[in-house]
């Protein structure tokens, strides 16, 4: 009977869909995450998926606002798209390592497209580590993992400076409607499955 109590706390009541809220053991909670991918869908499932672990969440659509909010908000960690309006998640990659505020921000690259071409670029230019699209959150989470355990995401302490605010972009309802997989939008596909 443990054991079934153990799996209900795990994967919440599969009755009334109950998530667990219980953070995740050996992952530092409240880190300021910037989620970064053209797509709404993605910034809304990967946003719940963070905050739903403690962390404060921050949203852009483009690589030009990313550069702005990293530059403003230094946060603790990065996803980032490599496919963008107008520059690409390679050029925010170049950009982000070579900006002093911003150089030892860990990134996670998200792409839709796995090839060796993607995952040469993402670590010629810097990134930690990369992700591929539809992600589900022990994906997530095992990227944090991953970068905790190597020493590189270190949650700083911002008490003092103040809690960061951002516009919630979904309701409640909306939030809560979010499934724990993130699928790209279909019309974000462009010809030969990339995203």
């Given at each position: 009977m443990a054991g079934f109590g153990?799996?209900?706390?795990?994967?919440?009541?599969?009755?009334?869909g109950e998530r667990r809220q219980v953070?995740?053991?050996g992952v530092p909670k409240g880190a300021l995450v910037l989620v970064v991918d053209d797509s709404a869908t993605i910034?809304?499932?990967?946003?719940?998926?963070?905050?739903?672990?403690?962390?404060?969440v921050l949203k852009a659509p483009d690589g030009e606002t990313a550069i702005q909010l990293a530059n403003r908000h230094a946060p603790d960690l990065i996803f980032l798209d490599?496919?963008?309006?107008?520059?690409?998640?390679?050029?925010v990659l170049r950009a982000l390592r070579r900006d002093p505020v911003t150089h030892d921000i860990p990134i996670v690259m998200i792409s839709g497209n796995l090839q060796a071409t993607e995952q040469f670029y993402v670590q010629r230019f810097g990134a930690d580590d990369f992700m591929k699209k539809p992600f589900g959150r022990s994906e997530v989470?095992?990227?944090?993992?991953?970068?905790?355990?190597?020493?590189?995401?270190?949650?700083r302490d911002r008490s003092e400076q103040?809690?960061?605010?951002?516009?919630?972009?979904?309701?409640?309802?909306?939030?809560?409607?979010?499934?724990?997989?993130?699928?790209?939008?279909?019309?974000?596909?462009?010809?030969?499955?990339h995203s």
């Open positions: 153990l799996i209900k706390r795990i994967f919440g009541n599969p009755v009334t953070p995740r053991s910034r809304a499932v990967l946003g719940k998926m963070l905050t739903q672990d403690g962390h404060a490599i496919v963008l309006p107008g520059m690409n998640g390679f050029a989470f095992a990227r944090i993992q991953h970068l905790t355990g190597s020493g590189r995401l270190v949650v103040g809690e960061v605010t951002q516009a919630p972009e979904l309701t409640e309802a909306e939030h809560e409607a979010i499934p724990d997989i993130a699928m790209p939008d279909p019309h974000d596909l462009l010809p030969g499955g």
